[in-house]
Each structure stands twice: as structure tokens, then as C-alpha cells.
């Protein structure tokens, strides 16, 4: 089985720790038990140890600005193996470009076409490894059963979550150990409030982007649900391997339709005939989303006063703080002192500094908008 790791993401919600020019899935991810280690890292060395899979089998997909930081923290992956994006397009034209590609690569590999391949994301942390390891097992078999199918992890919901996407659940198929097998009834990425407090209340199961299928399978839902992507990516594809295959990358990919994955692809396939060959293996793999400020805060161990102190490197001294996330990622020999202060999240790194409530990380793009408005362009 091979594995495509898609990195992207902004990082504006954790800005000024993640910049443009220093994604945040390259960051180290804090806490002792990560050795340092950034999430894309950490994702690469776990789906690397999984039996079928190996550095030799990891596809990366990035942009290809930070391709190059990117390789330095994943020198067992082959240097073919790196698909980079010239213009960010949404996931419809990232997740098609890394299919048709890796088509290419299977055919020159001589790898069997129906081989499957899983599709991970960098910024993830899961509490749950071996339930991973489970999961990918009874999805691979799955999938060489029968090639022409789809599999997705379905994570158990913890809440009514309006931000991630919904797999609505089918009949319940088999049970695997902590491994829910269902049918695939529905689908719908972010929702209203009202419509994930439904998902959640009948029990259905987040998506966080995990599937298992083969490259033949993906590109003929391309085929049918997205034809008008299909043109432009055969002719990228010819290329792949030569000296053109930049050029004409850079060429045509800024010219596809910019629209999710999800709204492309998957909402049409699971209103579709096509969803019944489609399999829902639900697991809690103890997910933590890390992407913002506040869910970093409520996922850090804190002290007797609710608050996390990372010193990374720079020092920190509280007087009289209370459940704060505070921050010093500038210089060992700086200090960064906070007194006062309550539901704060107080951030300072060699670039800027920020100050904003517990909760209101959405502020933060607000601000950056500011930022670029006022001509502070090299700060973010």
C-alpha cells in the first residue's frame, strides 16, 4: 500500500508561531513525549512503520515553496516522490494531481494498478496508534477484495463539530474488535450547526480526510464527477518525469476550478449508485486537533492555574494568571513577562507577538488582513 501526505494549510490560527514561510506542520509539536518532533514527522514515521508501507511507498503533497523545508525532514522518502503544488486550488485539484501522478508512478515502478493507497494529513495528532494500525489493516484488505471501492475512516464524533465534515452512517456491517464497519448513507463537509448537532444525535462519525482506495478507482470518479479536471490533468501528467513536467504544471494547474475535494468528488459520489461498493470503518483514534490556539491550550498539560507555559526557547515568569496559554518561542536569552491576566493567549516569537482571548482564533485572520492592509507583509 502507498500513502500520499498532503501539507498545506495557512497556519493563520496559529500565527505568529506558524508564518507563511514556516508552515506549522513543520513545526515541533510541543509536549516531552513528541521528542521535538513536527506533526508532519510524526505522520510520516507512523504511516512509514505500518507493514505494507515503508519511506519507499510515502508520497508528499505540498506546495512547491515548501517543498525543499519539507525534504529535510523526510530524507528516506524518494525524490520522485514529491508532488508540488505551483498555486493553491483547493483539495478538488490537490487530491486529483496527486492521484493522476501517482498513476505515473505505479506505471513506472511497476507497482500492480490496483494496489490500494491511503490518503493522511500532516497535521494531525492521535492519542491511539495501534487502532491506526488496525484500521489501515481491515481497509487495505477491503480494497484488494475489491478494487474498485472506497473506504473511509470515520472517526468517533465527541462533539456536534461544524467545522470538520460528516460521514453519515449506513447499516452496520460487521464489528473488528474496536473497528465499526458500516455502510455509507451520506456525506456532507462543514455544516450548519443545526445539521452537525443531527450527525452527532444519531451517532454518526466525523471525516478527517482519511480513504483508502486504489489510483484507478479515484481517477475514474474524477472521470465522471469532474471531467472538465480530468483534461487538464492528463495532459500534466504526460509530462510527469521529463523537464517539462514543471512547466507544465505551473502552466495549467493555476487554470482548474477552485472547490474542496469533498464538494467535488465525495457529496456526488454518496448520492450516487456508486456509494453501495463504499465501506465506513468507524474507530476512535483519539484525534486532537491542534490547529488553532485555543484547541493547542486545551490539549497541553497545565499547572495548579489552568495555565500552559511553553518556553520554546525564550523564558517565561506569571504572577497572577489564570487559565492562559502563554508562549515564548523568541530567543533562549529572551524573557517574557505576564501578570494579571485571565483566558488569555499571550504569544511572542522573533517576528511579533500577539495577544487575544481564549476562544477567538478566528480574530486572527481579521488581523492578518489588517497586517497586509498596512504593509506589514513581512511579518506574516
Not at 490560527?13 to 509536549?31: A, H, M
Not at 490537490?94 to 493522511?120: C, H, M, Q, R, S
Not at 487502532?131 to 487495505?140: D, F, K, M, Q, Y
Request: contains cysteine; aromatic residues 10%.
Amino acid at each position: 500500500m502507498y500513502s500520499i501526505i498532503f501539507c498545506g494549510g495557512a497556519g493563520k490560527r496559529t500565527w505568529p508561531w506558524s508564518l507563511v514561510n514556516r508552515p506549522k506542520y513543520l513545526l515541533p509539536v510541543p509536549g516531552e513525549k513528541f521528542a521535538g518532533k513536527s506533526s508532519f514527522r510524526l505522520t510520516l514515521d507512523r504511516i512509514a512503520s505500518f507493514p505494507s508501507v515503508g519511506y519507499q511507498k510515502v508520497i508528499v503533497a505540498s506546495s512547491q515553496d515548501n517543498l525543499s523545508k519539507i525534504s529535510t525532514q523526510a530524507k528516506e522518502v524518494p525524490s520522485n516522490h514529491y508532488i508540488g503544488e505551483p498555486t493553491i486550488r483547493d483539495l478538488g485539484a490537490a487530491v486529483g494531481l496527486a492521484a493522476f501522478t501517482l498513476e505515473k508512478i505505479y506505471e513506472k515502478e511497476g507497482i500492480d494498478p490496483n494496489e490500494p493507497f491511503v490518503i493522511l494529513w500532516s497535521d494531525a495528532l492521535l492519542e491511539d496508534e495501534k487502532s491506526l494500525v488496525a484500521v489501515l489493516s481491515v481497509a487495505e484488505k477491503e480494497v484488494i477484495k475489491n478494487p474498485k471501492s472506497m473506504v473511509f475512516v470515520g472517526h468517533k464524533a465527541y462533539f456536534a463539530n461544524p467545522n470538520l465534515g460528516w460521514i453519515a452512517l449506513g447499516d452496520k456491517l460487521s464489528q473488528e474488535e474496536s473497528i465499526s464497519i458500516h455502510s455509507l448513507a451520506g456525506w456532507l463537509y462543514r455544516p450548519k450547526q443545526e445539521d452537525a448537532d443531527k450527525f452527532f444525535a444519531r451517532g454518526d462519525a466525523w471525516n478527517l480526510g482519511n480513504f483508502i482506495t486504489t489510483p484507478a478507482y479515484l481517477i475514474s470518479l474524477y472521470e465522471k464527477f469532474a471531467p472538465e479536471f480530468v483534461t487538464a490533468f492528463r495532459k500534466i501528467q504526460a509530462e510527469w518525469g521529463t523537464d517539462k513536467w514543471v512547466q507544465t504544471l505551473s502552466d495549467i494547474y493555476p487554470t482548474l476550478p477552485e472547490i474542496h475535494f469533498d464538494n467535488l468528488i465525495i457529496e456526488p459520489f454518496a448520492k450516487s449508485d456508486l456509494k453501495e461498493s463504499a465501506k465506513v470503518l468507524v474507530v476512535d483514534l483519539g484525534w486532537r486537533d491542534i490547529g488553532t490556539w485555543t484547541a493547542l491550550w486545551e490539549y497541553l498539560p497545565k499547572d495548579e492555574n489552568g495555565n500552559s507555559i511553553l518556553e520554546t526557547p525564550g523564558k517565561i515568569v506569571t504572577q497572577n494568571c489564570q487559565n492562559c496559554l502563554i508562549v515564548n518561542a523568541d530567543k533562549e536569552d529572551t524573557l517574557l513577562t505576564v501578570t494579571g491576566q485571565q483566558n488569555k493567549i499571550i504569544v511572542r516569537t522573533e517576528e511579533a507577538g500577539i495577544t487575544l482571548d481564549v476562544g477567538k482564533d478566528g480574530d486572527i485572520k481579521k488581523l492578518l488582513d489588517v497586517l497586509k492592509e498596512k504593509g506589514f507583509n513581512q511579518f506574516i
